[in-house]
């Protein structure tokens, strides 16, 4: 394991440390900012801020210069979380496209939609969702019921999608659709872009237990799609998708690490503002936590040094989804047990906004289920990482 970083990569954290201080008002980076926020205001805020970010060559780290990117390396990329996390920048509001839609299209899209999507998502003009999700079709993607029939040089599109992020702000989607009739499981699927916007879209947003509304529901009736509009070749879908799902695989996790230290340290604020940092049972689990983020730290090292050594990851990659998200969700139990069963009625202490912790303790609950489950990535772990027998 390396635990130093080239002087190339030191120089670019220098630069983006720099560009941050003098870009992220200080009024951001206090507790409680963004919650204090109404959910739209916030969304266009983090939407124009990251545009700005892109402009000044701040995003796409690893991309290739020809996308506008930045062609760096995984550890610059790695440095880049490391640092926005440390800034209290704001999270992406075009993830999903930026990690899964445009790698996939630098890998198999045609010359017209590398030039005509790449850039302007990466500028924010066009915020992506992804439509894979179905009621009864989660973990078991394959069993996805939305479908397209062919009409000429189209296909007129009809089902609905579930748990699609940014579903009311969104642009576009990529969308998992049955498009060869009689067609079941893994066969017939294809992968389309979705104007959601275009006649027979319709969104209805789904209200989550911390009140805000990032996800939704997305039905489609009679939906016309140019059949142009397909990433990796009709039919062709399963496969596209698996390329697609392959680019979550992160090289690290540091900037989870750097973000969940910034809570830890926060959740030690209202221990020692609630008089219960001298409890002995408070102490050991705060300690745990710490341990816990210190091992999530020296995996994602070690996972970084293997990608710039450039190793494949492949399947190990599932071990460091499992570790940061039960680590985040392990960090606020603690959370959620210190403030005890009154923790709705515990009043805001001096310098943390509790409100925000609160939230973000909601939020927790849901990292073990997107992009993957506990339970499917300890699976993978079992039979593709450890070679365990397949389970019944
Ligand atoms: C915050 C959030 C954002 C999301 N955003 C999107 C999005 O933008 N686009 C999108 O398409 N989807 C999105 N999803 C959906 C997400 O991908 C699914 O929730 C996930 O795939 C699980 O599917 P499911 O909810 O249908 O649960 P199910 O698949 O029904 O699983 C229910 C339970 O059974 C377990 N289980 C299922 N299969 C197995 C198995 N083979 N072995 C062992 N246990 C199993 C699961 O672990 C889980 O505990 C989002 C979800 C969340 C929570």
């Given at each position: 394991?390396?635990?130093?970083?080239s002087?190339a990569?030191?120089?670019?954290?220098?630069?983006?440390r720099?560009?941050?201080?003098?870009?992220i008002?200080?009024?951001?980076a206090a507790s409680?900012?963004?919650?204090?926020?109404d959910?739209?205001?916030?969304?266009?805020l983090?939407?124009?801020?990251?545009?700005r970010k892109?402009?000044?060559?701040?995003?796409?780290?690893?991309?290739p210069?020809?996308y506008?990117?930045?062609?760096?390396?995984?550890?610059?990329a790695a440095?880049?979380?490391?640092?926005?996390a440390?800034?209290?920048?704001?999270?992406s509001?075009?993830?999903?496209?930026?990690t899964?839609?445009a790698?996939t299209?630098m890998?198999?899209?045609?010359p017209?939609?590398?030039?005509?999507?790449?850039?302007?998502?990466?500028?924010n003009?066009?915020i992506w969702?992804?439509?894979?999700?179905?009621?009864?079709?989660?973990?078991?993607?394959a069993?996805l019921?939305?479908?397209?029939?062919?009409?000429?040089?189209?296909?007129?599109?009809?089902g609905?999608?579930?748990?699609?992020?940014?579903?009311?702000?969104?642009?576009?989607?990529?969308?998992?659709?049955?498009?060869?009739?009689?067609?079941?499981?893994?066969?017939?699927l294809s992968?389309?872009?979705?104007?959601?916007?275009?006649?027979?879209?319709?969104?209805?947003?789904?209200?989550?237990?911390?009140?805000?509304?990032?996800?939704?529901?997305?039905?489609?009736?009679d939906?016309?799609?140019?059949?142009?509009?397909c990433v990796?070749?009709?039919?062709?879908?399963?496969?596209?998708?698996?390329?697609?799902?392959?680019?979550?695989?992160?090289a690290?996790?540091?900037?989870?690490?750097?973000?969940?230290?910034?809570?830890?340290?926060?959740?030690?604020?209202?221990?020692k503002?609630?008089?219960r940092?001298?409890d002995p049972v408070?102490?050991?689990?705060?300690?745990?936590?710490?341990?816990?983020?210190?091992?999530?730290?020296?995996?994602?090292l070690?996972?970084?040094t293997e990608?710039?050594q450039?190793r494949?990851?492949?399947?190990?990659?599932?071990?460091?989804k499992?570790q940061?998200?039960?680590?985040?969700?392990?960090?606020?139990?603690?959370?959620?047990?210190l403030?005890?069963?009154?923790?709705?009625l515990?009043?805001?202490?001096?310098?943390?906004?509790?409100?925000?912790?609160?939230?973000?303790?909601?939020w927790?609950?849901?990292?073990?289920?997107?992009?993957?489950s506990s339970?499917?990535?300890r699976s993978?772990v079992?039979?593709?990482?450890?070679g365990?027998?397949?389970?019944?």
């Open positions: 394991m390396d635990l130093t970083y002087p990569a030191e120089e670019f954290r220098v630069d983006l720099a560009w941050l201080a003098a870009n008002p200080a009024r951001w409680g900012f963004w919650a204090s926020l959910e739209d205001e916030a969304f266009d983090r939407r124009d801020w990251e545009r892109a402009l000044a060559g701040f995003a796409g780290i690893e991309w210069v020809e506008g990117g930045r062609g760096g390396s995984p550890a610059m440095i880049h979380d490391e640092e926005l440390r800034a209290r920048g704001p999270r509001v075009n993830t999903l496209g930026l899964f839609l790698p299209l890998a198999v899209g045609t017209e939609q590398k030039a005509e999507i790449i850039g302007p998502m990466l500028r003009e066009v969702c992804q439509g894979f999700s179905e009621p009864g079709a989660g973990s078991d993607l069993a019921r939305t479908h397209g029939e062919r009409d000429g040089d189209a296909f007129i599109v009809n609905q999608k579930v748990w699609t992020t940014s579903a009311r702000r969104g642009d576009q989607i990529f969308t998992m659709v049955r498009t060869e009739p009689g067609s079941s499981r893994h066969r017939g992968l389309l872009l979705i104007d959601m916007h275009a006649p027979g879209v319709e969104v209805r947003p789904i209200r989550q237990m911390s009140g805000v509304s990032e996800f939704g529901e997305v039905f489609f009736t939906v016309r799609v140019p059949a142009s509009a990796g070749g009709l039919g062709n879908g399963w496969a596209t998708a698996m390329l697609l799902l392959s680019f979550e695989r992160g690290s996790a540091i900037g989870q690490y750097t973000d969940y230290l910034r809570a830890f340290e926060e959740i030690v604020r209202v221990a503002a609630l008089g940092d001298g408070v102490r050991q689990e705060l300690a745990r936590r710490r341990v816990e983020l210190e091992c999530l730290r020296y995996h994602s070690h996972v970084l990608v710039e450039g494949d990851l492949g399947f190990a990659s599932s071990v460091t499992l940061w998200s039960q680590t985040y969700q392990g960090l606020f139990e603690t959370f959620d047990e403030l005890g069963p009154d923790a709705a515990v009043r805001p202490t001096a310098d943390v906004d509790l409100t925000a912790l609160r939230r973000e303790s909601f927790t609950r849901s990292v073990t289920i997107w992009g993957g339970q499917v990535q993978i079992a039979e593709r990482v450890l365990l027998p397949r389970g019944s």
